[in-house]
């Protein structure tokens, strides 16, 4: 594969790896306009944000035997038609139930370029590249939230909060352009799985049963369930608590994102000399250190916006080792069912990162704490489970054929 080749596959895989993420960011700057417009309360309007995490929690099970089944290019091209075609819906939405209902719609689609893009990332490049082409798949999806609120805000103001659905259409159809013109698929439709329920559990059944897959994926997940919990919360958190207008939101919420990228690059550095069972534990423990030490000032007010801030971004910068490094060593005992293992690695990192940003549609207060305390706990769980689990991981190899 020549270098050209290479940057290209992987801006077409980032590309496809931000659709969702870039889906969430962009809107977040219009709560309030959102709220005020279809007479709610921007407590009300989180759940929208909650309903898209669990559509691509849902989506990525159904994604992930259908792509396995029928190849890769199929499923995809549905899941971003349905994408389009909500996100055009959420044009002319009028009342609060039925945008997030909506956004399920939207999230449900969007998720079949995130599992594909994963799957693709197993099919087309060797295993010992993954981690490394995971963390470059950072730097694509970390223009999202540099990017992506920063346009939403200034969309918002200057155009209001439904031309943020006119944008996020013409993005889908961008994205299922350049992935029918350009993108390759490496792997041939296996055409004896079934698709009946029994078989698909089975299956998923199967993958679940490694541990490696098990500890690294649900490390993972609830080490990122943080990042869900600040997204949900960074609105009423930056624009009511501190006060900031829609455009500072905007600028806030990118100047955070650069740690989130920055240290997922030096992460690429970082693997010549480590193994990504290193990193993801060292991450872990700085982030359980970082977060014991932001609760316990959130509390006694030591913390106004510049502290949040630093401390927010020493966070997201921990995110940027242990995410790529966990979903490599997730994906690495799969060939045959590499499509199920990214959907059920992508299935549980969306369905914690709803629970856990749901509660703050509970617990919203004109405070940090709620937030804080929510990304503690997941936190220390992740790391509970990365500790236990990599003492029943084996030293053996799995046979990729067997699983």
């Known amino acids: 594969m020549t270098q050209k080749r290479y940057v290209f596959l992987i801006l077409i895989l980032g590309s496809l790896t931000a659709l969702g993420p870039f889906s969430i960011d962009m809107y977040l700057p219009g709560f ?9 309360t921007e407590g009300k309007v989180a759940w929208s944000l909650s309903s898209y995490f669990i559509g691509i929690s849902a989506g990525q099970l159904l994604y992930g035997p259908l792509l396995d089944r029928f190849g890769r290019k199929k499923p995809l091209y549905i899941g971003l038609l349905v994408y389009i075609l909500a996100s055009i819906t959420c044009i002319f939405v009028s009342d609060i139930d039925s945008f997030i209902a909506l956004r399920f719609i939207q999230a449900v689609g969007s998720c079949a370029a995130g599992v594909a893009s994963i799957t693709l990332v197993r099919d087309l490049f060797p295993v010992e590249q993954n981690a490394k082409v995971f963390a470059l798949l950072m730097l694509v999806l970390g223009a999202s939230p540099m990017i992506a609120p920063t346009l939403g805000g200034y969309v918002t103001v200057a155009f209001g909060w439904h031309s943020i659905f006119i944008v996020l259409t013409g993005l889908g159809i961008l994205t299922l352009l350049a992935s029918w013109l350009w993108l390759p698929s490496g792997y041939k439709p296996d055409t004896s799985m079934s698709l009946k329920p029994r078989p698909i559990i089975t299956n998923f059944l199967a993958v679940l049963k490694v541990p490696q897959f098990y500890t690294y994926a649900f490390t993972g997940a609830l080490a990122f369930a943080g ?14 608590v501190f006060g900031v207008e829609e455009k500072t939101y905007g600028w806030i919420f990118a100047g955070l994102s650069v740690g989130f990228i920055g240290s997922s690059q030096v992460n690429t550095l970082m693997l010549r000399k480590f193994k990504s069972e290193q990193l993801i534990y060292a991450a872990l423990i700085v982030q359980t ?17 510049g502290g949040t801030l630093v401390m927010l971004f020493i966070f997201l910068s921990c995110l940027g080792f242990s995410n790529p490094n966990a979903a490599a060593l997730s994906m690495a005992p799969f060939t045959k069912n590499a499509g199920s293992a990214s959907a059920l690695m992508g299935a549980s990192q969306m369905a914690i990162g709803s629970i856990a940003s749901a509660f703050i549609g509970f617990f919203v207060q004109e405070s940090a704490v709620p937030m804080v305390c929510i990304m503690t706990v997941t936190t220390v769980m992740a790391f509970g489970i990365l500790h236990f689990g990599r003492k029943i991981i084996g030293k053996k190899a799995k046979d990729p054929q067997l699983i």
Not at 32 to 40: F, S
Not at 289 to 305: K, Q, R
């Open 32 to 40: 309030k306009a959102i709220a005020q417009d279809l007479n709610t």
């Open 289 to 305: 250190i970082t977060v014991f030490i932001f609760l316990i000032g959130s509390m006694n007010g030591w913390f106004g916006l």
């Open 227 to 240: 990042l869900f919990v600040y997204v949900g919360a960074s609105p009423v958190l930056f624009m009511s």
